[in-house]
């Protein structure tokens, strides 16, 4: 059976933009140094630092940091190019598809609790005496999107291929 981009469906395309989405996630600031709350002159100092010391993407940061947007890439991609074989279909491949969407959602919020850790003990009682404050940055909100949208999709797809499979199959 070949490939044909008419028979992917709307649920497989929904899996694969979000796969896509949470690529480009990993290019946003993922996570951010403020300094708010800090003295003017330890405001001044982190000013004058360069951008990437204050700014990190997935890609510095940590393993759950960049290796969430990847699973969900290779699912989406998994989704569309397998999803037209009806075998590969009732044998699992939606469950496989929520499974791997529940597993990036769990890296991620470890991610989210941990996300202190990019920095060691001593650079965190530093950052904490001076006032600097380590915050998610847009990046894992639009991957967190990107996740419950692929888990969504998934459970939809997961819906269909149950009728699919129910259905009666005519040979030609």
């Known amino acids: 059976m070949a490939f044909s981009v008419k028979r992917v469906t709307w649920r497989e ?20 140094l403020t300094a708010d709350t800090a003295t003017a002159d330890v405001r001044d100092a982190f000013n004058s630092l360069p951008h990437d010391d204050v700014v990190r993407s997935a890609w510095h940061s940590d393993f759950f940091s960049w290796f969430p947007p990847l ?19 009732v044998s699992g491949l939606p469950h496989l598809w929520l499974v791997a969407g ?27 005496t001076a006032g600097v404050m380590i915050n998610p940055g847009v990046g894992r909100y639009v991957a967190l999107l990107a996740v419950l949208v692929s888990i ?9 291929a149950r009728a699919e499979s129910r259905a009666p199959r005519y040979r030609r």
Do not use: H, N
């Open 152 to 160: 969504a999709a998934s459970i939809l797809d997961i819906r269909a």
């Open 71 to 89: 699973v969900l890439v290779v699912v989406g991609l998994a989704v569309v190019f397998f999803g037209q074989v009806r075998k590969v279909r």
């Open 102 to 128: 529940l597993a990036a959602l769990l890296l991620m919020v470890i991610g989210w609790t941990t996300l202190d850790w990019v920095f060691d003990s001593d650079q965190r009682a530093f950052l904490e």
């Open 13 to 32: 395309w929904l899996g694969l933009g979000a796969g896509l989405l949470a690529l480009v996630a990993v290019f946003l600031p993922w996570t951010v």
